[in-house]
């Protein structure tokens, strides 16, 4: 059976499309609506309470859209609302959370770096990731302020933004690790930057994700073989949003705007 229904993607902005770019690549044939949300970002310097309330209003546009499941793009939704999402949504919803696991898995010196924003670095969502999985391993966990933002303004190149890396990324370097986990989706766009700063590998959980994403669409028969259509929303400024999602993902998007039922 094809079901055509489409996935519901989600982020505070930019950062969610280091995701969909993953999803598409692995299940070219599916539909999916992006909604970023680009009116409320930065999502790592809101509350737990201000996060439910607005990412509840973006799934219910997306069960309004018939969507068959729902991929939050996001480690600091995912942190603070995940829990919250399924216990008020009645479809699928798959997370993203900092990829402490195969990190761990991977690092020899037994020290690992963690970036990722404000609310994320703080959670108990991460601090318990961190005794799962990494219960043996040194963790230097770094909350960056302002990093999304200059992914936001398309911005990877900047003095502003190497600036910004260095000083994020230096206490990291001077610990011996030999791997970074890169904790926010907006970061992977900074993937080379990062390793040229340091020359340690990075790690993130776009792949992952789009991996799990197909096996719960495969459980619930629900994988589609004759799609390939992306509708774009953003809650801020479309003409912008396009400019910046069509330089990153190296092809001509066009957004429509999208104004959410808080
Ligand atoms: N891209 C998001 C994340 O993965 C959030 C960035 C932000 O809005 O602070 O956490």
Redesign the pocket.
């Given at each position: 059976m094809n079901d055509t229904r489409p996935i519901g993607v989600f982020?505070?902005?930019i950062?969610?499309l280091s995701v969909l770019k993953e999803l598409v690549s692995l299940m070219p044939k599916e539909n999916y609506i992006f909604v970023a949300d680009q009116l409320?970002?930065?999502?790592?310097?809101?509350t737990k309470k201000e996060l439910q309330k607005i990412t509840l209003a973006i799934c219910n546009f997306f069960v309004s859209q018939n969507t068959k499941l729902i991929v939050i793009?996001?480690?600091?939704?995912?942190?603070y609302a995940l829990d919250y999402l399924r216990s008020k949504i009645n479809i699928p919803i798959v997370g993203?959370v900092p990829a402490i696991k195969p990190a761990a898995q991977k690092s020899k010196s037994g020290v690992m770096g963690v970036l990722?924003?404000?609310?994320?670095s703080k959670s108990l969502y991460l601090k318990n990731l961190i005794k799962l999985h990494a219960s043996n391993i040194k963790v230097v966990n770094i909350g960056c302020f302002n990093l999304?933002n200059t992914v936001e303004k398309g911005d990877l190149n900047s003095p502003k933004v190497k600036k910004l890396l260095n000083k994020y990324i230096r206490p990291i370097k001077k610990s011996g690790a030999d791997v970074i986990v890169l904790?926010?989706?907006?970061?992977p766009f900074l993937k080379n930057q990062i390793q040229n700063i340091t020359g340690i590998s990075t790690i993130d959980s776009g792949k992952a994700i789009a991996e799990h994403t197909k096996k719960t669409l495969q459980r619930m028969s629900a994988s589609n073989k004759s799609g390939g259509e992306i509708h774009f929303y953003t809650t801020g400024k479309a003409r912008f949003f396009s400019k910046v999602a069509s330089l990153l993902l190296k092809k001509t998007i066009s957004a429509q705007k999208l104004i959410l039922k808080i």
């Open positions: 982020d505070s902005g950062g969610g409320n970002v930065p999502y790592g310097e809101k793009a996001c480690n600091t939704a995912t942190c993203t990722s924003t404000p609310a994320t999304e904790g926010c989706t907006h970061y």
